[in-house]
């Protein structure tokens, strides 16, 4: 009957090798964090409100609201809304965007983010940008559009969108997390440690079988 084995006991005598998988998978996720440009965020608030007629419950009605703040967050990372914020008024560096339209989309899906609080009608939009004063115009004037254009963007014209916390800029950069992504590396570098670990367990223990086995 062949020997049971006994993994925690292997992972436990070659803990040296786990962690140094571990600490290289930290250095590499920071090399790569550093490659990449810091960027800063600039966040604004904004709360939804729908008129509606004396008949309607607050339930519905915060539902309702809730609704609408998730349609904006769609329509704040289409061209036709790009196109918006690029011509409110707001020196918005429209050269940082690449030319071809789906390159584009894609730049400022990574630039800007939308949110929206469960049951409360408010929409969280985040710019982000390797120059903070960048960060808060791009907010300025998602928040501006918003306001102004609203009805344009919904359903119907009993919608208003309304600033209620003036952007709030980091003091440092936000993107890349380095924190995250050196704590991520650590795990990943620690968990590719384990499968080497148990796989040189398994061919070491398959080449001892097979020696025992010639000599039965």
Known sequence: MPKRVNYTTILAQAWFTIVLFGLLGLVLALIISFVQPLKYSSTARLLILERTGLTTDAYTASRSEERIA??????IYTTTFFNEVMTAGFGIDVSAFPVDDNNRRRAWARTV???VARGQG??????F??????AEQIV??????LTEQAPDFTSGSNVQVRLIDAPLNSKYPVKPNVIANAFSGF????LVGIGYVLAQSE??????QFVHEDFS
């Open 113 to 115: 983010t939308a949110t």
């Open 122 to 127: 408010l929409l969280t939009v985040t710019a």
């Open 187 to 190: 795990v990943l570098g620690g």
């Open 70 to 75: 998730e349609n904006l967050t769609s329509v």
């Open 129 to 134: 940008h390797r120059d903070i004063q960048q």
């Open 203 to 208: 061919r070491i223990r398959r080449r001892h």
């Open 140 to 145: 300025r004037a998602v928040s501006q559009v």
